[in-house]
């Protein structure tokens, strides 16, 4: 529902936010609708603070006296698919409320979705992007969106799991891009889940976070927007996040490869008890993924073969005796490039 302030201070947004709430096909504006240019930046603030209406097209019809609105399927049609997005909501949302901290909830959740959502590349070169991908629905459901859908989802996560966000529109890089901004323990900080959803080159999906919990001094180096009306955010507090480049995530874990000598590090997620996981000390490793609660990784001292530990005990072995490279998890299976054949190869996990 709108803020009471909202609905008190702009009867013109609760006009249009009940009557796609309600399915209308025509909603009246009464006095409200003289300004054409207010009502068509209205509906579009409608939208932007409720990724929730995923359901309308992009296309409208307004006039002084009415909107009409147009919807992508019947009312039943809609129904069934806001029940599927709340209950794939509410399952994540669940499990990050488990979380002992607010961060560690905004990073599980933009972990689940980077994890589970690929950006719409092929659509988006053609110029053919359906709008599906613009929204909530795309990102969580069809497991496919562009960085609307990414910036949508993330804010129905939070939102649902307590924590304050709001979708931000702007530039990456003088290109329209959307974003978030979250609050986190009272402070602000942006996330940008789609930028730390890259792909190698390779094709592989990868997790970053070079884009998570970060300032507005540095998101500002290669973003753009109105800050107007936005609260600032300028701490550096989860700096430690956003400069890790080799790492994976095991429960309330980081584990990560030093740059200086790359052995493996371990550290909490709110960036305490930092220290070296012994029996790995031997060897220097890098391209780190975790699958459960085992860790796989290329040992640089034993010829780039691959190695996996478990994370629970004090075991590590080698997996394949081949000299490997570009590491990544598909489903059940690890991903490696074979440095001999030239070839991608896979073995089960």
């Known amino acids: 529902m ?14 249009l936010y009940n009557g796609l709430k ?3 096909t025509k909603i009246s504006l009464g006095k409200y609708g003289a300004d054409t240019v207010k009502v068509a930046d209205t509906y579009e603030r409608v939208l932007n603070d409720h990724p929730e209406i995923f359901y309308t097209k992009h296309q409208f019809i307004y006039n002084a006296q009415a909107f009409y609105p147009q919807y992508i399927g019947s009312k039943k049609q809609i129904e069934k698919m806001k029940i599927a997005l709340n209950k794939k909501a509410d399952a994540v949302v669940k499990i990050a409320k488990t979380k ?10 933009h972990d689940y979705l980077v994890n589970s959502t690929e950006y719409d590349t092929e659509n988006y070169l053609k110029d053919s992007v359906p709008e599906s991908s613009f929204t909530a629905y ?5 497991g496919t969106a562009v960085c609307d859908g990414y910036a949508k ?14 979708r931000v529109t702007g530039e990456g890089k003088g290109v329209p891009h959307a974003w978030n901004l979250v609050k986190v323990d009272g402070k602000y900080f942006y996330v940008d889940a789609t930028w730390n959803d890259p792909v190698a080159e390779d094709q592989s999906p990868i997790l ?19 800050k107007k009306g936005l609260p600032k955010a300028s701490s550096t507090k989860y700096k430690y996040l956003y400069t890790l480049e080799d790492f994976a995530r095991y429960q309330s874990y980081v584990y990560y490869v030093n740059d200086k000598d790359a052995k493996l590090f371990r550290m909490n997620l709110n960036g305490s008890g930092k220290k070296q996981v012994s029996r790995t000390s031997s060897s ?17 001292t034993d010829n780039q073969h691959l190695y996996k530990m478990k994370l629970t005990g004090n075991n590590e072995w080698r997996v394949i005796k081949k000299s490997v490279s570009r590491l990544s998890i598909k489903g059940k299976y690890l991903y490696f490039y074979n440095n001999k054949t030239k070839k991608t190869e896979k073995t089960k996990i």
């Open 2 to 15: 709108p803020s009471s302030s909202t609905a008190a201070s702009d009867p013109l947004y609760t006009l």
């Open 22 to 24: 309600e399915y209308q």
């Open 100 to 109: 002992k901290t607010q961060a560690e909830r905004v990073i599980y959740l």
């Open 138 to 142: 795309g990102a969580l459901i069809k």
């Open 153 to 166: 989802a993330l804010k129905i996560l939070l939102n649902k799991a307590g924590i304050w966000a709001v």
């Open 208 to 226: 970053a976070y070079n884009y998570l919990l970060v300032p507005e001094s540095l998101l500002a180096k290669d973003h753009t927007w109105n």
């Open 284 to 300: 220097a490793i890098y391209s780190l993924k975790a699958a459960g609660d085992t860790l796989y990784f290329i040992n640089l």
